[in-house]
């Protein structure tokens, strides 16, 4: 248990740090909007708007407590989120030949394209993390639950038991009267 949550931990901080640069470089390119009305401001709005929600949820959620793992359906909803994110920059960043999808090679200079590629690169990365604390989520979910079923069918102990037969929908067969 303690290693899912360092896990944990170390996804919360990856979609932190993601998102944060993500944010920085979109904010960047929505103030170069503003200035000389150059590059999409739609796609830009999506991705600062998603950026802005993750380094928020991330920093609330990196702070340790029982259920902070159990949050995996928004962890879902916020990858999905940030796909779609990342599908946006690349839509934009094919017409003006910045090169290919995954050709992140020149994203350290200072140009427009290689600071769209990192925005590009970081928001699939975050993606991933995203997916990543959605399914470790998933897993601890249904490990603690079989875990409390077990304890519960046994009286209190945590040895793993056969689970009773239910019928549809996960219920306790009726009793004949």
Known sequence: MIMSRVLSLFL??????CAAVVLGIIAY??????????GPIGREIYTIVIASL????????MIPSTHNILHYPMDFILSLAWFAAFAALVNWIQPIECGGVFSWGN?????????WIAAEAFSF??????????????????????????EASN????????RAKRGLFNRRPRADV
């Open 12 to 17: 919360r901080f990856g979609e932190f740090v």
């Open 29 to 38: 390119f929505i103030q170069q909007h503003h200035e000389f009305r150059t």
């Open 54 to 61: 993750s380094v928020l949820l991330a920093l609330v959620w």
């Open 107 to 115: 994203i350290t200079g200072n140009n427009y394209c290689s600071k």
């Open 125 to 150: 990365i975050a993606a991933c993390f995203w997916l990543a604390s959605a399914l470790l989520g998933i897993y601890i979910y249904h490990k603690l639950r079989k875990t409390t079923t077990a």
């Open 155 to 162: 009286g209190g102990t945590a040895a793993t038991a056969p």
